[in-house]
Nanobody
């Protein structure tokens, strides 16, 4: 069992950067999801417990990067060139699947951290 805990959210201007952190486990696939106000939660990125496997939502490809430090049981989401539509609560989650962009395949969830991008 793992209890993801997110940190690193905050407010930033358009074009800025933020790095989110999540304590998780090197034995799980770790994913990031986000939920904007009034919208459904959506997949952002994931990192497989097997080295080298990553998925990204089309909306963040080329701007966001997910990477992990297994020695610290931590996964990071580096977010660059942020846009107002990236504003949301970002959730970290853990899955026992090899890799996944399906919310239902993630069993353990963090409480979320707010990211606000203003113009």
């Amino acid at each position: 069992q793992v209890e993801p805990v997110e940190s690193g959210g905050g407010s930033v201007q358009v074009g800025g950067s933020l790095r989110l952190s999540c304590t998780g486990s090197s034995h799980y696939t770790m994913g990031w999801f986000r939920q904007a106000q009034g919208k459904d939660r959506e997949f952002v990125a994931s990192s497989s417990w097997r080295a080298g496997g990553t998925y990204y939502a089309d909306s963040v490809k080329g701007r966001f990067s997910i990477f992990r430090d297994n020695a610290r049981n931590t996964v990071y989401l580096q977010m660059d060139n942020l846009k107002p539509e990236d504003s949301a609560v970002y959730y970290c989650a853990a899955s026992s699947f090899l890799n996944s962009d399906f919310e239902t395949q993630y069993k353990f969830w963090g409480q979320g951290t707010q990211v606000t991008v203003s113009s």
